[in-house]
């Protein structure tokens, strides 16, 4: 099955500047990859995705680059507000037989005002 | 149009209790799916269903039962809790396997 490593556990910047998350996955036949938010206490949303078919998609303020070679997607955030605070989760195709995602282990994000 | 329905939202449990957890969906998708979320270990496959009387084991199967006898609902059975089985549980469905997944509310058990 597949295995989806993500760093850093923690990210603290200034209200305005650039966030940068980072995924790394090891099944070189995984085609799907998205990015889910999750503000306390609620629900992980999805917030944008990439297919493998692609090596960057954007959607106003974050985006999402695919590395396939290197086997690692990120998420990027520009121009972060107080309401981009919360936890970020990626994820991939399980495989192995098994439909479904396997998530990382998610990131905290904490945007300083 | 609700999307993804869980029930309930909070639940306490004692060892060896078992109890159903709801979820139903208004949405017509034949993919469900349940996760579990603990502290630090991002979201776990528990069992998923490709459409009804579809089902199969996740990552972490052990100790829950499903099953899909209509497209609208996908409960999940714990058997016989345990305080491992304290998490916050998560139905999931999608208009095709396994990709944008659209979580429910979630389901906070605690097992003592």
């Known amino acids: 099955g597949e295995n989806v490593e993500q760093h850093p556990s923690t990210l603290s910047v200034q209200e305005g500047d650039s966030a940068v998350i980072k995924c790394t996955y090891s099944d070189s036949a995984s085609n799907y990859f998205p990015w889910y938010k999750q503000e306390l206490g609620k629900r992980p949303q999805l917030i944008i995705d990439?297919?493998?078919?692609?090596g960057e998609k954007k959607d106003q303020r974050i985006a999402v680059t695919l590395n396939k070679t290197a086997k690692h997607f990120s998420l990027h955030i520009t121009e972060t507000q107080p309401e981009d605070s919360a936890v970020y989760f990626c994820?991939?195709?399980?495989?192995?037989?098994?439909?479904?995602?396997?998530f990382g282990k998610g990131t905290h994000l904490i945007i300083q005002p | 149009n609700a999307g993804v329905t869980q029930t309930p939202k909070f639940q306490v449990l004692k060892t060896g209790q078992s109890m159903t957890l709801q979820c139903a969906q208004d949405?017509?998708?034949?993919?469900m799916s349940w996760y579990r979320q603990d502290p630090g270990m991002g979201l776990r496959l528990i069992h998923y269903?490709?459409?009804?009387?579809?089902?199969d084991q996740g990552e972490v199967p052990n100790g829950y039962n499903v099953s899909r006898s209509t497209t609208e609902d996908f409960p999940l059975r714990l058997l016989s809790a345990a305080p491992s089985q304290t998490s916050v549980y998560f139905c999931a469905n999608s208009p095709w396997t396994p990709h944008e997944a659209f979580f429910g509310q979630g389901t906070r058990l605690t097992v003592v």
């Open positions: 994820a991939a195709p399980s495989g192995g037989g098994a439909d479904g995602l396997t």
């Open positions: 949405m017509n998708h034949e993919y």
């Open positions: 269903s490709v459409g009804a009387g579809i089902t």
């Open positions: 990439i297919r493998s078919n692609v």
